[in-house]
């Protein structure tokens, strides 16, 4: 090798070493600069997301404590019979036997929709302050309805 760099000219000399030179340059930038600022890159963009979730999860906590201290729920509006028959009404169930049992409700409801249903103890549940604590369901008449046989609803 050094026979081969002594045969060239001074030009020839100058042109290797620049040569080598860019080369050397290229490899470092290629091999060790660049990977390093795509990592920099990622842990930043990285760091923004968590800082948007971070942000999110402080906002809806500050709504969850506000929800959490006012109750989230309504307070009972008169008898818990009388929520549940105007709130069934509503929903267009038919109550066929109701027995309350101190704070606690028992109902029977002959065969309804069971969408109708849900819609309706989800409204109890969460604008009524009702809470269901058994439920015992046949199938209905028809496709898609069911018998209540025992609801058993009590105050939250």
């Known amino acids: 090798m050094k026979e081969w760099w002594q045969q060239l000219n001074s030009r020839e000399q100058r042109l290797v070493a620049v040569m080598a030179l860019v080369f050397i340059i290229f490899i470092f930038y290629s091999a060790i600069w660049q990977p390093i600022n795509n990592s920099l890159t990622e842990a930043n963009n990285k760091l ?45 169930l038919t109550i066929t036997r109701m027995q309350p049992q101190g704070d606690d409700l028992q109902v029977w409801i002959d065969s309804t929709p069971f969408t109708q249903l849900l819609f309706w103890l989800e409204h109890l549940a969460n604008n009524e302050g009702l809470q269901v604590k058994a439920i015992d369901l046949t199938r209905g008449d028809s496709a898609g309805e069911v018998k209540v046989r025992r609801l058993h609803l009590t105050k939250t």
């Open 48 to 92: 923004a997301k968590q800082q948007e979730l971070l942000t999110w999860v402080e906002e809806n906590t500050a709504l969850y404590h506000q929800a959490k201290r006012s109750g989230g729920k309504s307070k009972l509006s008169g008898s818990i019979s009388s929520v549940a028959n105007r709130s069934a009404k509503t929903y267009k």
